[in-house]
């Protein structure tokens, strides 16, 4: 891996970038780009929409203007056509979702050092039943939808699927995949199988798409219990890093006895190098997860295709797509 040559000017920009994220957190959770997408205002006019501070307003809007994340004429701010895309609830692309998830990270991030000390986890998982905070599973289950909208359309039209016919979205959040491998695949019908916090958010998701007669879900842990119904493809999407191990063969075995023989597996992770020091995402997602779950981690290629083959899957291989974030998909068959 390329080192890179640090200067004492990087070194601070970095300790101090979370003050760009904390201004950018704080306008969407505000939910300011709404406004400002449809009209201009004054700092003090916005506050007034916003039952804010006037001062404690300006203050931020002129930060997100530096940002440039909003466009500043005098005493009046706007929002660029970039936010009003991307951060005003009332757009298609809205990703505010994801962005609010990270906040919701931040607390724990802020706590690395004891985490690293004990070995373990020192928040709760915002993906699971037990979690009563539904603003937080809310932002990590649609921040999952905002995420997969942005990549899943690159995923799904470098896959062939022809001769599939019932597909497994194991873990599958919201249903973003399923979507859009029913919407690339006609003949192709799916079932979303996750806890039963996620049901209404993938109900939502598929209802929105218009696919309720060819996608179900499914309620249930993949840890502890069975799966219902029998399938011709697996699709694992950044599932395997929330386990150790262990948890990982559990759930690869679970997927593979609820395929037909000859059954494709179709797993997303982000991928470690084999040297394991690179690249940068998912070593930062390893620490994400050893403050949010017992033992789960970010693991290299390798780790990846040793867990499939021990669990009977075949074949395996890299599918050759160009994802951000060290992301990457592995193919594999089951025997049949």
Same mark, same amino acid.
């Given at each position: 891996?390329?080192?890179?040559?640090?200067?004492?000017?990087?070194?601070?920009?970095?300790?101090? !970038?979370?003050?760009?994220?904390? %201004?950018?957190?704080? !306008?969407?959770?505000?939910?300011? &780009?709404?406004?400002?997408?449809?009209?201009?205002?004054? #700092?003090?006019?916005? %506050? *007034?929409? +916003?039952?804010?501070?006037?001062?404690?307003?300006?203050?931020?809007?002129?930060?997100?203007?530096?940002?440039?994340?909003?466009?500043?004429?005098?005493?009046?701010?706007?929002?660029?056509? &970039?936010? #009003?895309?991307?951060?005003?609830?009332?757009?298609?692309?809205?990703?505010?979702?994801?962005?609010?998830?990270?906040?919701?990270?931040?607390? *724990?991030?802020?706590?690395?050092?004891?985490?690293?000390?004990?070995?373990?986890?020192? =928040?709760?998982?915002?993906?699971?039943?037990?979690?009563?905070?539904?603003?937080?599973?809310?932002?990590?289950?649609?921040?999952?939808?905002?995420?997969?909208?942005?990549?899943?359309?690159?995923?799904?039209?470098?896959?062939?699927?022809?001769?599939?016919?019932?597909?497994?979205?194991?873990?599958?959040?919201?249903?973003?995949?399923?979507?859009?491998?029913?919407?690339?695949?006609?003949?192709?019908?799916?079932?979303?199988?996750?806890?039963? @916090?996620?049901?209404?958010?993938?109900?939502?998701?598929?209802?929105?798409? *218009?696919?309720?007669? =060819?996608?179900?879900?499914?309620?249930?842990? &993949?840890?502890?219990?069975?799966?219902?119904?029998?399938?011709?493809? #697996?699709? +694992?999407?950044?599932?395997?890093?929330?386990?150790?191990?262990?948890?990982?063969?559990?759930?690869?075995?679970? #997927?593979?006895?609820?395929?037909?023989?000859?059954?494709?597996?179709?797993?997303?992770?982000?991928?470690?190098?084999?040297?394991?020091?690179?690249?940068?995402?998912?070593?930062?997602?390893?620490?994400?997860?050893?403050?949010?779950?017992? @033992?789960?981690?970010?693991?290299?290629?390798?780790?990846?295709?040793?867990?499939?083959?021990?669990?009977?899957?075949?074949? +395996?291989?890299?599918?050759?797509?160009?994802?951000?974030?060290?992301?990457?998909?592995?193919?594999?068959?089951?025997? *049949?």
């Amino acid at each position: 891996m390329e080192q890179k040559q640090w200067n004492p000017a990087d070194l601070l920009q970095l300790s101090g !970038g979370y003050w760009n994220a904390c %201004a950018l957190h704080a !306008g969407v959770k505000l939910d300011l &780009f709404t406004p400002l997408a449809e009209r201009a205002y004054t #700092a003090r006019e916005l %506050a *007034g929409v +916003l039952a804010a501070d006037p001062r404690g307003l300006a203050m931020l809007l002129t930060a997100l203007a530096a940002l440039n994340l909003l466009e500043k004429t005098g005493a009046i701010f706007a929002a660029t056509p &970039f936010a #009003a895309e991307y951060l005003a609830r009332s757009s298609s692309k809205y990703i505010g979702h994801i962005i609010l998830h990270h906040h919701h990270l931040m607390a *724990g991030w802020a706590h690395l050092d004891e985490a690293v000390k004990k070995g373990g986890p020192i =928040r709760e998982r915002v993906s699971h039943d037990d979690d009563d905070d539904e603003a937080a599973r809310e932002s990590f289950l649609m921040g999952m939808f905002n995420l997969a909208m942005q990549i899943a359309p690159r995923i799904v039209s470098q896959i062939d699927l022809t001769g599939r016919r019932r597909l497994l979205d194991l873990g599958g959040g919201p249903g973003t995949y399923a979507v859009h491998f029913c919407q690339k695949n006609p003949r192709l019908t799916a079932s979303v199988y996750d806890l039963p @916090s996620t049901q209404r958010f993938a109900e939502q998701t598929i209802a929105r798409f *218009g696919l309720g007669d =060819r996608i179900s879900f499914q309620a249930g842990d &993949f840890l502890t219990e069975g799966i219902t119904g029998r399938f011709d493809v #697996a699709w +694992l999407s950044h599932i395997l890093h929330g386990e150790g191990p262990e948890g990982c063969a559990v759930i690869l075995a679970k #997927a593979v006895a609820a395929l037909e023989p000859g059954g494709g597996v179709l797993v997303q992770e982000f991928i470690l190098d084999d040297t394991r020091d690179g690249p940068l995402f998912p070593a930062l997602f390893s620490l994400n997860m050893l403050l949010g779950t017992p @033992s789960g981690q970010a693991y290299s290629q390798g780790e990846l295709f040793a867990m499939l083959a021990a669990a009977g899957i075949g074949d +395996l291989r890299r599918v050759p797509l160009e994802l951000p974030n060290g992301a990457g998909v592995i193919a594999g068959t089951v025997p *049949g």
